[in-house]
């Protein structure tokens, strides 16, 4: 018997994923379970880029604008959640696609990776952390785990801005005594009850940087200054203000640095979070790369060849 097929559309920010279900649902019932860290937080659409709510009611999405600022999610959290969801969706006669930007929530749902029991006061104490303390007390007790400067990522190793896997790293090392990349180096299995099949989305290295600038400046339009502020009020700082762009939204209101600094703050932040993602994604040799007209044409076929297998 076949496994069942989990169809995978990853991607760093702004590369058109979005579109793409749109027009992948027009011949296919799918289901999103979302795959991005930041989208997954309620009361905050501007800032983590969600879906608009008439896309959400175009085609079903899952795991977003759900979970309280002021709450963690890990990845082990998001595998128990799609795994229960991709079981329903395929009872249902849809196609679950797994869709989103964050790669430690793929691999943990696709491989059998550590999955450590819940320690909510340890988890308390890192998320109270500013970030620079984080990485300075990572640096501290594993020097090899943070990126240094002038030097090539590799694997297991972190660059310091990667504020979800520097956190996660931390939670790891203190709460088994052994470095995250210590997992890395030893690999993971890849799970063999669900068939994993896909690709990584990415467009021409201008346009995205274009299309970035652009989603910027419409973030800051549509008051994500505000968005931030209101979060800070209602939970302080909270393990959804560490995401992308927020610090530098609360710098901009709080008088730190002027709309025009914030802009390009915001612009610098996310061009180097996209470049990260896009790191991550071209060392995943098991998902090729598509453009936008490749994922359409390939898409029936990649689910044909797996149903012919």
């Known amino acids: 018997m076949n496994s069942p097929v989990v169809y995978v559309i990853l991607g760093p920010t702004a590369t058109g994923k979005t579109d793409l279900l749109l027009q992948l649902a027009k011949t296919t019932n799918i289901?999103?379970?979302?795959?991005?860290?930041?989208?997954?937080?309620?009361?905050?659409?501007?800032?983590?880029?969600?879906?608009?709510?008439?896309?959400?009611?175009?085609?079903?999405?899952?795991?977003?604008?759900?979970?309280?600022?002021?709450?963690?999610?890990?990845?082990?959290?998001?595998?128990?959640?799609?795994?229960?969801?991709?079981?329903?969706?395929?009872?249902?006669?849809?196609?679950?696609?797994?869709?989103?930007?964050?790669?430690?929530?793929?691999?943990?749902?696709?491989?059998?990776?550590?999955?450590?029991?819940?320690?909510?006061?340890?988890?308390?104490?890192?998320?109270?952390?500013?970030?620079?303390?984080?990485?300075?007390?990572?640096?501290?007790?594993?020097?090899?785990?943070?990126?240094?400067?002038?030097?090539?990522?590799?694997?297991?190793?972190?660059?310091?801005?990667?504020?979800?896997r520097i956190e996660r790293a931390l939670l790891v090392l203190m709460q088994t005594g052994r470095p995250l990349r210590s997992y890395y180096e030893a690999g993971f299995n890849v799970r063999k009850d669900l068939k994993f099949i896909g690709f990584w989305l990415d467009i021409e290295i201008e346009e995205w940087r274009s299309l970035v600038v652009k989603r910027a400046r419409q973030m800051i339009d549509s008051g994500m200054v505000d968005e931030a502020v209101r979060i800070r009020q209602q939970f302080g700082i909270c393990p959804g203000l560490n995401t992308v762009g927020y610090f530098e939204a609360l710098q901009?209101?709080?008088?730190?640095?002027?709309?025009?600094?914030?802009?390009?703050?915001?612009?610098?932040?996310?061009?180097?979070y996209g470049r990260h993602q896009r790191l991550w994604f071209r060392k995943q040799s098991h998902l090729p790369l598509y453009s936008k007209e490749e994922a359409l044409d390939n898409f029936q076929k990649d689910l044909n060849s797996v149903i012919q297998s």
């Not at 709080?254 to 600094?261: R, T």
């Not at 914030?262 to 996310?270: R, V």
């Open 31 to 164: 289901e999103v379970i979302n795959c991005d860290s930041r989208q997954i937080y309620q009361d905050m659409p501007i800032g983590t880029t969600q879906p608009s709510v008439e896309i959400r009611k175009a085609v079903t999405h899952h795991l977003i604008d759900f979970l309280s600022p002021d709450q963690q999610f890990s990845a082990g959290q998001f595998k128990q959640h799609a795994n229960k969801l991709i079981l329903e969706i395929i009872s249902r006669g849809n196609l679950p696609v797994v869709c989103g930007g964050t790669g430690f929530y793929y691999r943990s749902l696709s491989t059998e990776m550590i999955e450590l029991p819940d320690n909510d006061s340890l988890k308390q104490e890192i998320s109270q952390m500013t970030h620079i303390e984080r990485v300075e007390l990572l640096k501290k007790k594993d020097p090899l785990s943070v990126v240094q400067p002038g030097e090539s990522s590799k694997a297991g190793r972190i660059h310091p801005n990667d504020q979800y």
């Open 252 to 272: 901009c209101a709080d008088l730190e640095i002027s709309q025009q600094k914030f802009e390009e703050k915001l612009i610098q932040s996310h061009l180097q």
